[in-house]
């Protein structure tokens, strides 16, 4: 959701405007919550396969409550456990850890005293004429023992290792709704118990030291124990995982739990962005959907050969959003008034709490940023398209998102200039509501729907209004 501050903002008021004032607004289809997130799912299994989103900028998107997290590692590990069939393993491995396999074993062990097991006659005399068959209590006896530590169960004990790992430290200090309804208290309270407390699974080498060979999996694999096949199944799909490796089941486990403790509006950003990407790949001929190494936080990468586009979700980009408060105090008595004001904000918040804070006209962060460069010869910035989104068919809403993003526009700045005051940067915005529809347009920006995107996704769609100040852009534009 985007970020915006600046006090005493007028146009935000919620006090109800007079009647000539009020708003002629038409409503359109908006998305439900359950059609958003089939529909985000489905989006993020494609980027997924296809490698071309930057994951790191992903999991940093995907603000669930009550996780602070962008290690797209840690978030893959998660959403492992948070997958059905990892709840279901955990929830049968009470009954089924009691017929836990293991392996007879005899260990030929020196005694005194005393004989443990059969006695090994030829290692006893040589052992006894070590000593000059002085001491005839001596024995060597092939005592029997039961073996834990055998290919399956290092397999078994190294994923549910994952598991405790993640449930314990990233899912349990988590009181928000979502996690209980994935694992309530009693189930991770049973199941931690039964990591630490079992007497089978003690036996068997701590997790964390286990090295799982590639022959452990095979006889995992190959085990006549549904315990053990199972355990296979799951550790191959968690390695896959890690590895990036998006084969379809991988993609629809991480998808579908990738999206489930997002917040309604966060995840209809990251569809509209997803929906804003792919009709971008459609209507941009001549430009490729780029992997993206980590040197940047853009979401998308498209590029050509002398064009690229960047595509950032809930970031600046390479731009500011902050202007700060200096200069002189205005003269005119409501700017005064409001210069006073966000100065007595700032002194009275140091006087409270101790930290020091600058006054701040204003500091803001769109939900989405695209940029068009020219690459020729060095990156040249030549269009901006900023855009709002807001999960809401609220005609207050719809205001106070118009309000933000025009507000975006006349702060923004690239490389300290005015993004309005650059004659060689052009500027667009977006507005992207949900059951909404304006009859009117603007010379500013474009306002859709999230279901507007549905139907430009592909070459053959009309290209839609919103996307015209980039392609206008493109030498194939100019030429024409």
């Not at 007879?104 to 443990?116: F, N, S």
């Not at 079992?198 to 036996?203: A, C, G």
């Not at 993206?292 to 002398?306: P, Q």
């Not at 005119?332 to 918040?349: E, G, N, S, V, W």
């Amino acid at each position: 959701m985007a970020q915006s501050h600046s006090i005493l903002m007028g146009q935000y008021s919620s006090r109800k405007p007079p009647i000539s004032s009020e708003l002629h607004l038409k409503m359109a289809r908006s998305l439900t919550e359950a059609e958003l997130l089939d529909a985000t799912a489905a989006e993020l299994s494609t980027y997924l396969r296809s490698g071309t989103l930057n994951t790191h900028a992903l999991a940093d998107s995907l603000a669930y409550e009550g996780l602070d997290i962008d290690d797209w590692e840690r978030v893959k590990r998660i959403h492992f456990c948070l997958s059905t069939p990892v709840r279901k393993f955990i929830t049968q491995l009470p009954d089924r850890v009691r017929r836990i396999k293991t392996e007879h074993q005899r260990d030929q062990r020196p005694t005194r005293g005393e004989v443990r097991g059969a006695i090994d006659w030829s290692a006893t005399l040589r052992t006894r004429a070590e000593s000059g068959y002085v001491d005839q209590s001596r024995f060597v006896c092939n005592t029997p023992y039961t073996e834990y530590d055998i290919p399956e169960n290092r397999v078994l004990k190294r994923l549910l290792w994952v598991i405790h790992r993640t449930v314990s430290t990233d899912l349990e200090p988590i009181e928000y709704d979502w996690r209980h309804e994935y694992w309530s208290d009693d189930q991770i309270r049973d199941f931690i118990r039964l990591y630490r407390q079992n007497v089978h699974l003690n036996r068997i080498s701590d997790g964390q030291s286990l090295s799982v060979t590639s022959q452990d999996m095979t006889t995992a694999r190959r085990s006549r124990l549904s315990l053990y096949t199972d355990a296979y199944e799951l550790y191959d799909a968690y390695q896959r995982l890690q590895a990036d490796t998006f084969d379809p089941d991988i993609t629809e486990l991480l998808a579908n739990t990738l999206v489930i403790p997002t917040r309604a509006p966060q995840l209809y950003e990251l569809f509209c962005c997803f929906r804003v990407i792919r009709t971008l790949n459609a209507h941009t001929p001549g430009f490729r959907l780029q992997p993206i190494d980590g040197d940047t936080d853009a979401l998308a990468r498209f590029k050509s050969d002398d064009r690229r586009i960047d595509v950032y979700h809930d970031r600046t980009g390479t731009l500011s959003f902050y202007e700060p408060l200096d200069g002189d105090r205005p003269t005119h008595p409501q700017f005064a008034r409001y210069h006073d004001a966000l100065t007595d904000y700032a002194t009275t918040l140091e006087t409270l709490t101790g930290s020091s804070h600058e006054p701040v006209l204003y500091n803001g962060r769109p939900d989405l940023i695209i940029e068009l460069y020219d690459t020729t010869s060095q990156d040249e910035l030549l269009t901006v398209l900023i855009g709002e989104v807001k999960y809401s068919d609220a005609k207050q809403t719809f205001k106070r998102g118009l309000a933000e993003l025009l507000t975006y526009r006349r702060f923004g700045t690239a490389d300290d200039v005015s993004l309005l005051d650059n004659p060689d940067i052009s500027v667009a915005g977006l507005l992207i509501t949900n059951g909404i529809t304006t009859s009117g347009t603007s010379d500013r920006l474009v306002h859709c729907n999230g279901s507007d995107l549905l139907a430009n996704d592909s070459a053959s769609s009309q290209q839609p209004d919103w996307i015209r100040p980039l392609t206008q852009q493109l030498p194939e534009a100019n030429s024409t």
